[in-house]
């Protein structure tokens, strides 16, 4: 399966959640449309499923990506 970039499920999720915060899904279409494009971008069916994985993904994406990332407590490189 493909996972999108972490950078967009990001913004998925913040579009969603900030167009959730003041009513129901279900009277708002731009909420409707994103809970879909959550739910397909996660290979999922369910919203709340989907917010879960999208968060899970979003934590390992962090974690991989603090693993590749040189330590700044070091001191500086010197390379011959």
């Given amino acids: ?25 279900e009277s708002n279409a731009r909420a409707q449309d ?21 968060h899970r993904w979003l934590a390992a994406a962090a974690d991989a990506d603090a693993g590749t990332r040189p330590r700044t407590d070091e001191g500086p490189h010197v390379y011959a």
């Fill in 34 to 54: 994103l809970a879909y494009t959550l739910c397909v971008s996660t290979g999922t069916r369910d919203v709340t499923l989907a917010l879960e994985v999208a």
């Fill in 1 to 25: 399966m493909l996972m999108p970039h972490p950078a967009v499920l990001r913004t998925l999720i913040d579009e969603y959640e900030a167009e959730t915060a003041t009513g129901s899904v």
